[in-house]
């Protein structure tokens, strides 16, 4: 199921989607994939090490860009420029869709009639789509490996996919 559409990822999703091995969903769901530079550098160059960094640093498939200036700059005083960037570049890209996880940066590319997903979206879109048997097992492990989750979103997501106790 490829929407023939553009997703533009933040680093914590890369991060989460690394740890529980399905980074390749993005390219199963959507024909463009964009890594921001600042997104880029602060995984695979300051993050050296850390969780996710390794695998996103093979990434081949993925576009990394620079967003403009121009529209990066006012964003930059309300998010971090991993953040601003992602929605400096949906707001340039036509259709492009968000993968952010952090609420404000959310709440601000909501504001500016941004689309938007979350790791957790892109968990149900996989199972939805057939590339995914169950969540819950990736739930759990990005929960080991401290990534926040709350709770009414894990339910709600578990409930709409089926998977509710």
Same mark, same amino acid.
């Given at each position: ?33 964009? &890594? %921001?530079? =600042? /997104? ?7 993050? +050296?090490?850390? *969780? ?40 340039? &890209? %036509?259709? =492009? /869709? ?7 940066? +959310?709440?601000? *590319? ?56």
């Amino acid at each position: 199921m490829n929407e023939k559409s553009t997703i533009i990822a933040d680093s914590s999703p890369l991060i989460s989607l690394a740890l529980i091995n399905r980074l390749q969903l993005l390219t199963q769901l959507y024909s463009n994939v964009i &890594i %921001p530079s =600042a /997104v880029w550098d602060e995984i695979t160059v300051k993050g +050296r090490g850390l *969780a996710g960094a390794y695998e996103v640093g093979l990434i081949k498939w993925a576009e990394i860009r620079n967003a403009e200036m121009s529209v990066l700059q006012p964003l930059t005083i309300l998010l971090d420029r991993g953040e601003s960037e992602v929605i400096a570049l949906a707001l340039t &890209i %036509p259709d =492009a /869709v968000a993968l952010l996880d952090d609420s404000r940066a +959310r709440r601000i *590319a909501e504001r500016l009639n941004i689309k938007r997903i979350g790791t957790l979206g892109l968990l149900r879109r996989g199972k939805k789509s057939g590339l995914i048997d169950k969540i819950r097992p990736y739930i759990e492990v990005l929960q080991a490996n401290h990534i926040y989750i709350s709770y009414e979103l894990i339910e709600a997501v578990l409930e709409d996919v089926g998977e509710k106790d």
